[in-house]
């Protein structure tokens, strides 16, 4: 009962049934978990097991179809600037330099323009673009397009920072700079985030806990408790410790990647 | 190895060769021109040759007073146009974002779009004359509902996932629109309205051919009357180059409204 007052996030019995015109596909099927505060939680599963649709649900830009889900005990029904989210895609606003795009949440609520800046300076030099404040997306990386997505969101103090598979469209060696950079930033908010991912290494590296969710319907599998050190660099990724989680996550995923692997989709 | 480039597909060439090839079909074109009418093969009544075109327009805008029918001719393109991009423009904005403005005004408007302003000329001379108002009225009719539904399309078209990251920013529903919808269209939008100043400069020549006292159509209609080729090709050649003027002016507009679209545009 302790955990269910302290909890930050309760997902009660989530299902999420999309109705197709030919079929009915059950993306969610009764999951249920709870996310501490300051907890970061990475959600990993194979392509198509619902995992975003927990993300979605929670931002509240899909409701679920049957189960409730809660944010410091009150249910989510739409979505609000208490929740922060990054998406996979890139959706930096165009039309709106670096700095425009941090302070976007903020100009949405009306805060003074010493306020906003304030908050944006801080970002900006905390995501290392510093001298791209005036650059418009279209001439930043891709790695820079999303370390403004996670500084847009954070600019925003959000309670719970919903992460969809940020960094799946970045290379290898970006990744691995963004993850360490993620925990930095996060290392000084501690937001408790929820972060989806295929990417086993990236759910080790950065999760304190971490949930295997199975194959289509979505059910979570397993619960595995990371025992690592807080302060993480590249480097943990080597060690035997790290080598042993991870063999433990893989050998769960592995069947689920299969039994996705056969289904249509 | 170079010479290949120029055949490699989507492969970019030097400005250069790009500006001298197209001057190159202008001169092709004035040397087919030349050849056809100095040798006599097209006698002159069908199509003049093209220093007697141009004597033509020297005399048109000396004698003829040429000016005021081409400010006769601007005025009902430009109040047409505006009159259609004012209701098109928030219309077609409210038929791409909202499925209920979709559903009242989709289908009229695609239904209206197939019957020919031309074919409603009788209908517009009867309610309203054949004075401006008849003329601009065909403007209106012939470039509004293609509008509308053009930048229903481009409103559209605009990411979801913009509009949920919006949302997760604290954005309502109405703040979409203003904070999300209208910038990321807008680029959109006056491409639209730069393509639509064409289609309105077509019904221009078709409204000003009937029951018209003034403007470039006219004088065309004229001209044909007294067999003066020479004054239908000037009136023809006019109304492209004010066309392509306005075309640049567009994109020059376009240019400096989005910097955020990168150079040149789409």
Same mark, same amino acid.
């Given at each position: 009962m302790t955990e269910m007052t302290q909890a930050k996030v309760i997902i009660d019995g989530v299902s999420k049934i999309f109705t197709g015109k030919e079929r009915q596909v059950t993306a969610l099927a009764e999951a249920s978990f709870t996310v501490a505060p300051s907890e970061f939680v990475t959600i990993l599963g194979p392509s198509g097991c619902g995992k975003s649709t927990i993300l979605k649900i929670l931002a509240g830009l899909e409701e679920p179809t049957s189960g409730r889900v809660l944010l410091d005990g009150r249910e989510i029904t739409g979505p609000g600037s208490d929740r922060g989210m990054v998406f996979q895609t890139y959706t930096l606003f165009p039309w709106l330099s670096v700095r425009e795009n941090?302070?976007?949440?903020?100009?949405?609520?009306?805060?003074?323009?010493?306020?906003?800046?304030?908050? +944006?300076?801080?970002?900006?030099?905390?995501?290392?673009?510093?001298?791209?404040?005036?650059?418009?997306?279209?001439?930043? +990386?891709?790695?820079?397009?999303?370390?403004?997505?996670?500084?847009?969101?954070?600019?925003?103090?959000?309670?719970?920072?919903?992460?969809?598979?940020?960094?799946?469209a970045l290379d290898a060696q970006t990744r691995t700079v963004m993850q360490e950079l993620l925990l930095t930033v996060?290392?000084? +908010?501690?937001?408790?985030?929820?972060?989806?991912?295929?990417?086993?290494?990236?759910?080790?590296?950065?999760?304190?806990?971490?949930y295997v969710m199975t194959a289509r319907p979505g059910r979570i599998k397993a619960k595995i408790a990371v025992d690592l050190p807080n302060q993480r660099t590249f480097d943990l990724k080597l060690t035997d410790n790290f080598m042993c989680i991870k063999k433990e996550v893989m050998g769960l995923i592995r069947e689920e990647a299969w039994k996705a692997a056969n289904t249509n989709t | 190895m170079v010479k290949c480039k120029l055949l490699t597909p989507k492969a970019d060439i030097p400005a250069s060769v790009y500006v001298a090839l197209s001057a190159l079909t202008f001169a092709l074109f004035a040397a087919i021109w030349s050849a056809l009418t100095y040798s006599d093969l097209i006698p002159p009544m069908f199509l003049p040759p093209p220093d007697k075109v141009v004597k033509d327009g020297a005399l048109l805008f000396? @004698?003829?007073d040429l000016m005021s029918d081409i400010w006769a001719s601007v005025f009902r393109v430009t109040v047409g146009? /505006?009159?259609?991009?004012?209701?098109?423009?928030?219309?077609?904005?409210?038929?791409?974002?909202?499925?209920?403005? @979709?559903?009242?005004?989709?289908?009229?408007?695609?239904?209206?779009?197939?019957?020919?302003?031309?074919?409603?000329i009788p209908l517009f001379i009867l309610w309203l004359g054949i004075g401006e108002s008849e003329k601009?009225?065909?403007?209106?009719?012939?470039?509004?509902?293609?509008?509308? /539904?053009?930048?229903?399309?481009?409103?559209?078209? !605009?990411a979801h996932d913009l509009i949920d990251t919006a949302y997760t920013l604290g954005v309502s529903r109405?703040?979409?629109?203003?904070?999300?919808?209208?910038?990321?269209?807008?680029?959109?939008? =006056?491409?639209?309205?730069?393509?639509?100043?064409?289609?309105?400069?077509?019904?221009? =020549? =078709?409204?000003e051919i009937v029951a018209a006292g003034s403007g470039?159509?006219?004088?065309?209609?004229?001209?044909?009357?007294?067999?003066?080729?020479?004054?239908?090709? !000037?009136?023809?050649?006019?109304?492209?180059?004010?066309?392509?003027?306005?075309?640049?002016?567009?994109?020059?507009?376009?240019?400096?409204?989005?910097?955020?679209?990168?150079?040149?545009?789409?």
């Open positions: 941090i302070e976007f949440g903020l100009d949405v609520a009306g805060k003074s323009k010493q306020e906003r800046k304030d908050v +944006s300076d801080h970002y900006i030099e905390k995501i290392g673009l510093k001298g791209f404040e005036t650059f418009f997306p279209r001439d930043l +990386s891709g790695g820079m397009k999303q370390r403004v997505a996670i500084a847009r969101a954070l600019a925003n103090d959000p309670e719970v920072l919903l992460m969809d598979e940020p960094f799946g996060w290392d000084e +908010s501690h937001k408790t985030i929820l972060f989806v991912t295929h990417d086993v290494d990236e759910a080790v590296f950065l999760g304190d806990t971490i | 000396s @004698e003829f146009f /505006l009159l259609a991009a004012v209701i098109a423009v928030p219309l077609g904005i409210m038929m791409g974002s909202l499925k209920v403005c @979709e559903a009242l005004a989709e289908p009229m408007l695609s239904f209206i779009r197939y019957m020919p302003a031309s074919a409603f601009i009225a065909v403007i209106f009719f012939g470039t509004f509902f293609p509008l509308a /539904l053009m930048i229903m399309d481009v409103t559209k078209n !605009v109405w703040g979409v629109f203003r904070r999300i919808i209208l910038p990321a269209s807008m680029p959109g939008i =006056v491409d639209t309205l730069r393509i639509a100043f064409g289609w309105a400069w077509t019904y221009l =020549v =078709v409204a470039l159509g006219f004088m065309i209609m004229q001209a044909q009357r007294f067999l003066k080729t020479g004054n239908i090709i !000037v009136g023809i050649i006019i109304i492209g180059v004010i066309g392509i003027m306005i075309d640049i002016v567009f994109k020059w507009l376009y240019a400096r409204m989005f910097p955020w679209m990168g150079k040149g545009g789409r």
